[in-house]
């Protein structure tokens, strides 16, 4: 069994009330440096923002952002999971859904979300450790500091 998704998650998530504007969502994404806010209504989460909703949805359009509130062009919350569930099926529901960003709720209330960046950083982390288990020794790994041609990438072993 894999780990809870709870290992992974990012716990600040950030939340806008339904009735605000999309003017105010981009300045709060902007200022705290994050690329989607959760829409909650009467603080139950209900959809989700990100900045390609702006690009699509307001942009593309040529909306006048100060008119549009983010419950017009948020996303509804297709699926989530609760902390407990494993990374395994977490990642399955991403793809079933063609998700990027995955909220993680406890009792109705938004706790967490895991994005492809947390999976990323997941998965890294564990090849690294993976192959750690497997390759021996430090001193007898012959290729710490080589190069990767392909990439023009210095590997780096981390212990």
């Known amino acids: 069994m894999t780990k809870p ?3 992974i998650m990012t716990k600040d998530v950030v939340t806008i009330d339904i009735s605000r504007g999309a003017t105010e969502a981009a300045r709060l994404m902007t200022d ?3 690329s989607s806010v959760i829409i909650v209504d009467k603080e139950q989460p209900v959809g989700i923002i990100t900045e390609r ?6 942009c593309a359009k040529e909306l006048e952002i100060s008119k549009v509130k983010v419950g ?5 919350i297709l699926t989530y999971a609760d902390p407990d569930t494993s990374i395994d099926v977490a990642i399955q529901r991403m793809l079933n859904h063609n998700i990027r960003r995955l909220p993680i709720l406890s009792e109705g209330k938004v706790i967490g979300i895991i994005t492809v960046t947390d999976l990323a950083k997941h998965l890294r982390t564990e090849l690294l450790l993976q192959a750690a288990l497997t390759e021996g020794k430090p001193e007898d790994r012959d290729h710490v500091g080589e190069v990767d041609e392909s990439t023009n990438l210095g590997t780096q072993e981390i212990y």
């Open 5 to 7: 998704v709870r290992s």
């Open 32 to 34: 705290r440096h994050i």
């Open 53 to 58: 909703d702006f690009v699509k949805k307001i």
């Open 72 to 76: 017009d062009i948020m996303s509804r």
